[in-house]
């Protein structure tokens, strides 16, 4: 006997996705005119029959998108997983967001919740380790899926990954020091061996290399506490260093804090650039330069991107840089007379 057509093979036909046919058959709003069309030539085409007693059962969860967070007490994850959601909210979706703490296996208890819970989409920020406890689910679900800001799992064909360029924020902010006149330049924080952490010091070692100095590089964890000790331990083992690049903001705010526990002046005596631009970094004292990731926007794309997947099968390519500029502000710019007028 010939087997019964399923949502699956009305998806391929289409050549949409099948949270896509199950909007349609749910006459959702969300899904443009041409779209819905397709999808119902589709079950014409096949004689696809919709079980819809079936389907009420499911339909409390409809449009609702899972966001997963490594570490929503950092801002930048923050402001991203916040800009996200109401970009959501904005089409009409609902998010249910969950923080994971940098622990795998909470990873994979989460993601497997709302998958249960019968989410459309996840978009995920993760932790490292145990990733195919994580990712091996969604791939049996079949639902969209985006890595964001860290990229863990390699079969980006199926979970394709965003981020800003970090690389090139690293160079900017290297070549600007290089230009104020910094002789010795310091990386700090970060763990080592992590592709983040890499890729954010990539561009710091080719500007370098380009200008014909020698880095030194200080990992650990991305942390105020970290930075507040790094400065310390630069004054004290490395004198000669005269500027800093910092893995993220919250490293660079700990450094202004060491710098003035030791009276050495930021902006004069010791230049500071951060990376992501978080909020707090130009109402710090002095001001910080930071790498600007536009995490608002790229919180707004990411979730445009996984809309337009999930409502009428637009697959992200494989992996999205978006663009990164350098905000120079008083800790790497030096503070003039009138700062406060």
């Given at each position: 006997?010939?087997?019964?057509?399923?949502?699956?093979d009305?998806?391929?036909?289409?050549?949409?996705?099948?949270?896509?046919?199950?909007?349609?058959?749910?006459n959702s709003?969300?899904?443009?005119?041409?779209?819905?069309?397709?999808?119902?030539?589709?079950?014409?085409?096949i004689g696809?029959?919709?079980?819809r007693?079936?389907?009420?059962?499911?339909?409390?969860n409809?449009?609702?998108?899972g966001?997963?967070?490594?570490d929503?007490?950092n801002?930048?994850?923050?402001?991203?997983?916040?800009?996200?959601?109401m970009?959501l909210?904005?089409?009409?979706?609902?998010?249910?967001?969950?923080?994971?703490?940098?622990d795998?296996?909470?990873q994979?208890?989460?993601?497997?919740a709302?998958?249960?819970?019968g989410?459309?989409?996840?978009?995920?920020?993760?932790?490292?380790?145990?990733?195919p406890a994580?990712?091996?689910?969604?791939?049996?679900?079949?639902?969209?899926?985006?890595?964001?800001?860290?990229?863990v799992?390699?079969?980006?064909?199926?979970?394709?990954?965003?981020?800003?360029d970090?690389?090139?924020?690293?160079?900017?902010?290297?070549?600007h020091?290089?230009?104020?006149?910094?002789?010795?330049?310091?990386?700090v924080?970060?763990?080592?061996?992590?592709?983040?952490?890499?890729?954010?010091?990539s561009?710091?070692?080719?500007?370098?290399?380009?200008?014909?100095?020698?880095?030194?590089v200080?990992?650990?964890?991305a942390?105020?506490?970290f930075?507040?000790q790094?400065?310390?331990?630069?004054?004290?083992?490395?004198?000669?260093?005269?500027?800093a690049?910092?893995?993220?903001?919250l490293v660079?705010l700990?450094?202004?804090?060491?710098?003035?526990?030791?009276?050495?002046?930021v902006?004069?005596?010791?230049?500071?650039?951060?990376?992501?631009d978080?909020?707090?970094?130009?109402?710090a004292?002095?001001?910080?330069?930071?790498?600007?990731c536009?995490i608002?926007?790229?919180?707004?794309?990411?979730?445009?991107?996984?809309?337009d997947?999930?409502e009428?099968?637009?697959?992200?390519?494989?992996?999205?840089?978006t663009?990164?500029?350098?905000?120079?502000?008083?800790?790497s710019?030096?503070?003039?007379?009138?700062?406060?007028s």
């Amino acid at each position: 006997m010939k087997r019964r057509p399923t949502i699956i093979d009305v998806a391929r036909k289409a050549g949409v996705s099948k949270s896509t046919v199950s909007l349609v058959l749910q006459n959702s709003p969300q899904v443009r005119a041409e779209t819905r069309d397709l999808v119902r030539a589709a079950i014409a085409d096949i004689g696809y029959f919709y079980n819809r007693a079936a389907a009420n059962l499911r339909m409390s969860n409809a449009g609702l998108i899972g966001l997963v967070i490594n570490d929503l007490r950092n801002p930048f994850f923050t402001e991203f997983a916040t800009s996200l959601q109401m970009a959501l909210s904005a089409r009409g979706y609902a998010a249910v967001v969950a923080n994971t703490d940098e622990d795998p296996d909470v990873q994979a208890q989460v993601v497997g919740a709302m998958l249960e819970h019968g989410v459309s989409a996840l978009i995920i920020s993760p932790a490292y380790g145990k990733e195919p406890a994580t990712f091996d689910p969604i791939v049996r679900a079949a639902i969209p899926a985006m890595q964001v800001l860290r990229n863990v799992e390699p079969r980006m064909d199926l979970f394709p990954f965003a981020v800003p360029d970090y690389v090139e924020g690293g160079r900017l902010a290297t070549e600007h020091l290089l230009e104020a006149g910094a002789r010795r330049i310091a990386f700090v924080g970060g763990l080592q061996g992590r592709a983040v952490t890499r890729e954010r010091m990539s561009g710091y070692h080719a500007a370098l290399k380009k200008a014909g100095r020698e880095p030194l590089v200080l990992t650990g964890r991305a942390t105020r506490a970290f930075g507040r000790q790094a400065a310390r331990r630069l004054a004290d083992d490395h004198p000669e260093v005269d500027a800093a690049l910092c893995f993220n903001d919250l490293v660079a705010l700990g450094m202004l804090a060491g710098c003035a526990e030791i009276g050495r002046e930021v902006g004069k005596d010791f230049r500071i650039v951060g990376f992501d631009d978080i909020e707090e970094c130009a109402q710090a004292w002095p001001s910080l330069s930071s790498v600007h990731c536009d995490i608002a926007g790229f919180g707004e794309r990411i979730a445009a991107t996984v809309l337009d997947w999930l409502e009428d099968g637009v697959t992200p390519p494989p992996q999205t840089l978006t663009p990164v500029e350098l905000v120079v502000r008083e800790s790497s710019r030096g503070r003039s007379a009138n700062a406060f007028s």
